[in-house]
């Protein structure tokens, strides 16, 4: 107890300082500057600076590409920030693109690939979606976001990269805001690869847990040597049934991935699996009323693109899990924009 209580400032600024740089890094590479960053990330040319400046044909020799042309791809980013042109033929890395560097703590390079190759392409279909109400992805890719990534390893592997990224970035503002004492065992439904879950294994040693989720999602998933033995990984689908009698399923950006009906059924069977007295817990963003400008309703405009799923308002969550048998029992704000909706058992 006395080394968690001692734990929390240490990792509070932390998290503020990691959390406002990575989101601002982020805006700015995302911005209109996506399809030059994105193609930087993919060919690693931050892992190739790395040790200091290079010249445009060294680096078209390592990426295998036209000398000329990644000159010119240099030369743009370097106008962007994300480079910096040291002489007429020489770049090396700025400190926002720093951020695509594939080792670094709160990498932006998976999910830039993934948001360039695949959200990209879909978002340009969003006419299709208003129109029809239908996920724009399916009609540009032949198949759904799931589907397709099933079929596709190289699109999965920075998919599921780009979510353990992310994973990480709120992890801390997960164990800063909510208190796990006495919750003895956790599934973490749709967890990928388990980051948030080994993050709370870590500050909880008396908690057990259960990463769940496809197959496919275990590409190679982080443990700390001191939680590992507390972590299993199951694969299975959700839409079926969850490990049983968990007093807590943790549910992170799963849920604005599916609409009403479907979200329902995943509710549905966390309620019938936990255990007496458990809890779901559901790390989302809430949309707020009306006129309120919030990047929520941007990103709901994605999940409409990407799954048919959406962000959902305070009172939309309420009706949510009411049909799923469960009871809000408190919202807890987080140092991100997520929050934690606690439900419990009618």
Not at 43 to 63: F, R
Not at 98 to 119: D, F, K, M, Q
Not at 172 to 185: H, M, P, R
Request: glycine share 8%; charged share 20%.
């Amino acid at each position: 107890m006395v080394a968690r209580i001692a734990l929390r400032p240490f990792l509070r600024v932390l998290n503020r300082a990691r959390r406002t740089r990575a989101l601002k890094k982020l805006k700015s590479l995302l911005s209109d500057r996506l399809f030059s960053v994105k193609t930087a990330a993919k060919l690693g040319i931050a892992d190739l600076l790395e040790g200091g400046p290079q010249s445009s044909l060294v680096l078209a020799a390592a990426t295998r590409s036209d000398a000329p042309s990644l000159y010119r791809l240099l030369r743009a980013l370097s106008s962007i920030g994300v480079l910096s042109q040291v002489d007429d033929d020489r770049f090396s890395l700025s400190r926002l693109g720093n951020a695509l560097r594939s080792n670094v703590p709160g990498s932006l390079s998976a999910i830039v690939i993934t948001i360039g190759e695949i959200h990209y392409q879909a978002c340009g279909e969003l006419l299709h979606s208003v129109q029809t109400g239908a996920p724009a992805f399916n009609h540009a890719f032949g198949t759904s976001l799931f589907e397709y990534l099933q079929q596709n390893t190289e699109a999965a592997g920075a998919f599921n990269r780009g979510m353990t990224n992310l994973a990480s970035l709120l992890a801390n503002a997960v164990v800063l805001a909510y208190d796990f004492s006495g919750i003895t065992s956790i599934v973490d439904v749709g967890g990928g690869e388990g980051e948030l879950l080994m993050k709370i294994l870590e500050l909880y040693p008396e908690t057990s847990g259960v990463v769940f989720d496809l197959g496919n999602t275990f590409r190679s998933p982080k443990r700390t040597v001191h939680s590992a033995e507390r972590c299993s990984y199951v694969a299975g689908n959700f839409f079926d049934s969850v490990p049983e009698e968990a007093d807590a399923y943790l549910l992170c950006g799963v849920i604005h991935d599916w609409s009403d009906d479907l979200a329902v059924v995943i509710l549905k069977n966390c309620r019938k699996a936990m255990a007496k007295n458990g809890r779901v817990l559901i790390l989302e963003m809430i949309v707020p009323k009306a006129r309120s400008g919030s990047f929520s309703k941007i990103l709901d405009l994605n999940m409409m693109v990407m799954t048919g799923g959406r962000e959902r308002t305070n009172s939309e969550f309420h009706a949510l899990l009411d049909a799923a048998d469960l009871r809000v029992t408190r919202i807890v704000p987080t140092m991100a924009p997520q929050s934690i909706i606690e439900a419990m058992p009618k």
